[in-house]
């Protein structure tokens, strides 16, 4: 159910993100979604990509921090009020979500919903229960 | 040079004296007080007797001044190692005054001084302003830091008891500083030159012409400056600039000053003995011969340092001075023998830096010190290469990592620190190793 997401730090200059972009296209690596979280000083790139590990070891090779993360991806429909049903099944859980970021699915009217918990397996078992689907990470990169 | 009255009153300041001993009576004098320095430090002083015993010598083998050749020199991580108190001379009873540096890893190195040593270092003080052609009636605004720095009660000691208003403005506010000058009509200034620098800026910014000011002198120390420094101090602010010398384990400022003659720094030998040494070999060189400083404090009573390593390089100054002093004079320092950066005044070791990355992160990462000056103001940024184990995908907790170097880094060199975290393999690298400092300031 748990998905690796790709980090990678980069620095906020120009230019710092579009040379990893580059590397990962020349490999033939598609990036299915993509976060950056910004700071003046730096960033950091959270992309779900078609083969991480590949991914991982291209980025490494070329000096760069790349750090695989556990993430969960959800599917809402793509409507008003989708989003809000899903954290309204969190509510007093107690879990925190440390992160988010969302995108269209290609399929359909739904909407993707990535989340960083801070406790995963309690988050998904509270979502299940709550008849959210929650995406494997194969139905997420297929298109 | 201008010899008006006035100089030559300042110069015939009391305690100006013993700048005009005859050379043949100074070494009579520097010999007596070196044997009963040398005694004092091996009959008090563990470290010292010790490393003396090893070389098989005692205090009755100084016989003539060429003698101090044979005993140990002392290096800063001595004064690091013995803390808090294991070189101290003195009881604490008779101790009235601490000071500190930062020392080269976390623990500062603090020094102690008696009544005497106090007085010693006043003396010295007045001497160094006498020769500046500063005297009773001028007005001294010191704006060097106050507190463990020697510096800003150094100064201020001195510059009483030479009879002078003194305003203790002590560092920073540089608003008010202009204030100050301005309104009391401030003849001179104590404080680092780069501080000066800023100074002018500031007062440029607020409409401020200090050349318009009774401002005449400033007497600049603590950090090493240039020629080109002085000739733009002196063109902005129509002041005579004068370079002093010193150091916090030996006395702190006061070791040395230029006269007005400005051909280099006259070192109180009375007080402070100077030999050159080659820094590598450690072998003593002639007069004229570039090499490391080093000091043997020929009065201090609580914390005597027998031929301590300043790592400044420097020569001493063959002939006499046109003022006509006995005082052999050193040239100005450029640079050092070690990697000590000094940072507004502050002593600033990478190794410090090193010890407080590896303190945070477990393993040290590549880090660079990148120094700048703006507006006259020295700025330190450690860049820090992010590796695999600091990483982390939330911002806040690099953030958090961040805020830790940053706050640790202050805490251990007591000056003001940007931390910027870089990418890995930015920073470049000679031979494998990273270059551990960029120093983009220029005079």
């Known amino acids: 159910?748990?998905?690796?997401?790709?980090?990678?730090?980069?620095?906020?200059?120009?230019?710092?993100?579009?040379?990893?972009?580059?590397?990962?296209?020349?490999?033939?690596?598609?990036?299915?979604?993509?976060?950056?979280?910004?700071?003046?000083?730096?960033?950091?790139?959270?992309?779900?990509?078609?083969?991480?590990?590949?991914?991982?070891?291209?980025?490494?090779?070329?000096?760069?921090?790349?750090?695989?993360?556990?993430?969960?991806?959800v599917e809402v429909p793509d409507r008003p009020g989708g989003m809000a049903d899903v954290l309204g099944a969190l509510d007093g859980s107690g879990i925190n979500i440390e992160y988010m970021y969302a995108f269209p699915y290609p399929r359909g009217d739904q909407a993707i919903l990535i989340f960083r918990f801070n406790d995963p397996d309690a988050a998904i078992a509270r979502l299940k229960t709550a008849g959210i689907n929650v995406v494997a990470g194969d139905d997420l990169l297929k298109k | 040079m201008n010899s008006t009255l006035e100089t030559r009153v300042a110069d015939c300041h009391p305690a100006s004296v013993p700048d005009y001993i005859p050379v043949p009576?100074?070494?009579?004098?520097?010999?007596?007080?070196?044997?009963?320095?040398?005694?004092?430090?091996?009959?008090?002083?563990?470290?010292?007797?010790?490393?003396?015993?090893?070389?098989?010598?005692?205090?009755?083998?100084?016989?003539?001044?060429?003698?101090?050749?044979?005993?140990?020199?002392?290096?800063?991580?001595?004064?690091?190692?013995?803390?808090?108190?294991?070189?101290?001379?003195?009881?604490?009873?008779?101790?009235?005054?601490?000071?500190?540096?930062?020392?080269?890893?976390?623990k500062p190195i603090v020094v102690a001084y008696t009544r005497e040593d106090i007085d010693v270092w006043t003396s010295v003080l007045v001497r160094c302003l006498a020769g500046c052609g500063l005297h009773r009636g001028d007005i001294i605004q010191v704006a060097y830091g106050y507190g463990l720095f020697t510096g800003g009660l150094g100064a201020h000691y001195g510059a009483e008891a030479l009879g002078a208003a003194v305003i203790p403005a002590s560092g920073g506010n540089a608003d008010r500083q202009i204030m100050l000058m301005k309104d009391f009509g401030v003849t001179a200034m104590c404080c680092t030159p780069t501080y000066f620098l800023h100074l002018i800026d500031r007062a440029a910014d607020l409409g401020v012409d200090l050349r318009e000011l009774p401002l005449r002198a400033g007497v600049f120390g603590a950090e090493p400056w240039t020629d080109s420094m002085r000739k733009r101090i002196e063109g902005a602010s129509n002041i005579e600039a004068f370079d002093i010398y010193g150091l916090t384990e030996i006395i702190g400022p006061g070791v040395g000053c230029e006269c007005r003659y400005h051909q280099g720094l006259h070192i109180f030998e009375d007080h402070f003995y100077p030999e050159i040494i080659d820094p590598e070999t450690c072998e003593p060189l002639p007069d004229g011969t570039e090499g490391e400083l080093v000091l043997t404090t020929?009065?201090?009573?609580?914390?005597?340092?027998?031929?301590?390593?300043?790592?400044?390089?420097?020569?001493?100054?063959?002939?006499?001075?046109?003022?006509?002093?006995?005082?052999?004079?050193?040239?100005?320092?450029?640079?050092?023998?070690?990697?000590?950066?000094?940072?507004?005044?502050?002593?600033?070791?990478?190794?410090?830096?090193?010890?407080?990355?590896?303190?945070?992160?477990?393993?040290?990462?590549?880090?660079?010190?990148?120094?700048?000056?703006?507006?006259?103001?020295?700025?330190?940024?450690?860049?820090?290469?992010?590796?695999?184990?600091?990483?982390?995908?939330?911002?806040?907790?690099?953030?958090?990592?961040?805020?830790?170097?940053?706050?640790?880094?202050?805490?251990?060199?007591?000056?003001?620190?940007?931390?910027?975290?870089?990418?890995?393999?930015?920073?470049?690298?000679?031979?494998?190793?990273a270059k551990r400092v960029i120093d983009r300031r220029t005079s």
């Open chain 2, 25 to 106: 009576e100074l070494r009579d004098l520097q010999l007596g007080r070196m044997q009963a320095v040398v005694t004092r430090a091996w009959q008090q002083v563990k470290l010292f007797r010790s490393r003396m015993n090893d070389r098989g010598i005692e205090p009755g083998d100084i016989r003539s001044l060429e003698d101090i050749a044979k005993l140990p020199f002392t290096v800063k991580t001595d004064l690091r190692d013995t803390y808090p108190t294991g070189l101290f001379a003195s009881s604490m009873k008779d101790v009235v005054r601490l000071h500190a540096s930062s020392g080269t890893t976390g």
């Open chain 1, 1 to 73: 159910m748990k998905i690796q997401q790709l980090s990678l730090f980069v620095e906020n200059k120009p230019g710092h993100t579009a040379a990893p972009a580059r590397l990962l296209a020349n490999e033939g690596i598609d990036i299915r979604a993509l976060y950056l979280a910004d700071t003046e000083q730096y960033g950091i790139v959270r992309m779900i990509v078609s083969d991480w590990k590949k991914a991982a070891g291209i980025l490494e090779a070329h000096g760069y921090i790349a750090k695989p993360t556990e993430v969960i991806a």
């Open chain 2, 298 to 433: 020929l009065s201090k009573q609580a914390m005597p340092m027998i031929r301590y390593r300043t790592r400044d390089i420097t020569r001493i100054l063959p002939g006499t001075c046109e003022c006509g002093r006995a005082m052999r004079r050193i040239a100005r320092i450029g640079r050092r023998s070690d990697d000590m950066l000094i940072i507004r005044g502050v002593n600033v070791f990478p190794s410090q830096v090193e010890s407080v990355l590896l303190e945070i992160e477990g393993t040290l990462p590549h880090y660079q010190i990148i120094l700048t000056r703006t507006q006259g103001l020295d700025q330190m940024e450690v860049q820090v290469e992010v590796t695999p184990q600091m990483f982390n995908d939330k911002i806040g907790a690099l953030q958090g990592l961040q805020g830790k170097i940053q706050s640790a880094l202050d805490h251990v060199l007591g000056i003001r620190v940007k931390v910027a975290l870089v990418e890995a393999f930015t920073i470049q690298r000679s031979e494998g190793k």
